[in-house]
């Protein structure tokens, strides 16, 4: 028998592979640098991360919380509201870096596509450029993105929208969670 004949053990858990990514964009988005939301995204071809990405100012460019990005920090302090003023934002999205971090490494997502993971949902930029580089599926939390869906369909990608429950359960079991697995 193969496997010496063991057992399955019981009760031995781990994440899926969309629960394991969405995990890594969790990681990505804990270094972002936006006082207005933060958010973090993984680019995945064949179960095996790429790239990655945060949202914040670009490299050399003063942080958005040490008040690199004006239009943030006027979206904070209500002098403008949510969705105005983008095109005065200095922040790059998270899907936008993990896609540049991609042409600056010169990784291909490949044409048999490539998944995306984002903590959010992409905006239409984002999923421009996304299916531009060959990605055919979209995994987020949370929102679906409404105005992406006609770009969507066309493509033929898929939107796969997970639980955040699920995400909470995998961190609450990380070093210094309340589920915390001791070390065997
Ligand atoms: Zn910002
Ligand atoms: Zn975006």
Redesign the pocket.
Known sequence: MPGGGRLPVSGFERPTWDEYFMLQAELAKLRSNCIVRKVGAVIVRDHRQLATGYNGTPPGVKNCYEGGCERCAERIEGRIKSGEALDRCLCN????NAIMHCAILGIGAGGGGATMYTTFS??????KMAVTIGIRRFVCLDTYPENTSRLVKETSSEITMMDKEKISYWASRMPGGSKEVPVR
Request: hydrophobic share 30%; glycine share 0%; net charge negative.
């Open positions: 999205h998270a899907e936008a992409p905006c239409l930029e984002c999923t």
